[in-house]
């Protein structure tokens, strides 16, 4: 890891009011270093997807300040642009297109030259086990290739940092364990990671550190371990049980508390 190079991410007092007044994002700070896997973890409603829809330019942010790698993220976002892949929870396929169309147009919207997009898509079909989906349409695709096309789509312009928005939602336990094994992989590699997901274990496997986000705050961050011992528990899933305040489900609890 490179510690003289920019942060990855850098977020400063980042804020994002809707016109109903909700607030959505208070006065949010973050820093991700370069190379780093981290996870987002906090409940529904929390944040986490307007954090990362301002880093993406999908929303426009109050207040507050983003940087990608040192480049402007909400004034001059192009540089910040080209720097991130975003895989979105949602699976917002272009159900007409086929799987290699979905990559190559993605590809050419990134300006990537033909000849590289074409060299580039056959990596990430055979990456992600869908070379022989490769002329078929997105929608007659099963909802585990369509969760792997849109993470090789997020990868196409061979980003700097990889957004993971719950990228294994729904998904089967085998997939799970593949997805887990390739973002493990690029990130040796140097693709610096942002995840969010709802599944704590997934974090506590794959993350370096980790920053709790509740009514648009962030709470707490640092490592597993760290995050136990500020919440004065033994693991991850009882810290995160701590911030949601629903310490009566821990399970060490309950085991406790057995007949």
């Not at 109903?20 to 409603?45: H, M, Q, W, Y």
């Not at 169309?101 to 869908?130: C, I, N, Q, W």
Request: proline share 4%.
């Amino acid at each position: 890891m490179n510690h003289a190079s920019p942060p990855a991410l850098e977020i400063a007092d980042l804020v994002k009011r809707y016109p109903t007044g909700t607030e959505a994002l208070r006065c949010v700070s973050l820093d991700i270093k370069a190379g780093e896997f981290f996870g987002l973890l906090g409940p529904n409603g929390a944040g986490k997807s307007t954090l990362i829809h301002c880093t993406t330019g999908l929303a426009q942010p109050t207040s507050g300040t983003i940087h990608v790698f040192g480049n402007d993220a909400v004034d001059h976002y192009e540089q910040a642009r080209l720097a991130v892949g975003l895989a979105p929870q949602e699976l917002n396929l272009d159900w007409f297109l086929t799987v290699e169309e979905t990559l190559d147009y993605h590809g050419g919207y990134f300006g990537m030259p033909r000849k590289e997009r074409k060299v580039r898509s056959a990596e990430l079909l055979e990456a992600f086990s869908l070379t022989d989906k490769r002329n078929e349409r997105n929608r007659t695709l099963s909802g585990g290739m369509k969760r792997r096309l849109v993470l090789a789509r997020a990868l196409m312009h061979r980003p700097r940092l990889l957004i993971l928005d719950e990228p294994t939602a729904g998904v089967d336990v085998e997939l799970r364990l593949e997805l887990w094994q390739y973002v493990q992989r690029i990130n040796s590699e140097g693709t610096t990671i942002l995840l969010t997901t709802h599944y704590l274990e997934e974090a506590d496997q794959l993350c370096d550190r980790i920053a709790f986000i509740n009514e648009g705050q962030i709470i707490a961050q640092g490592s597993s371990e760290e995050l136990a011992e500020t919440y004065g528990v033994t693991s991850l899933e009882d810290a995160y049980l701590g911030l949601v305040g629903r310490t009566e489900l821990s399970r060490a609890r309950i085991a406790a508390d057995a007949p």
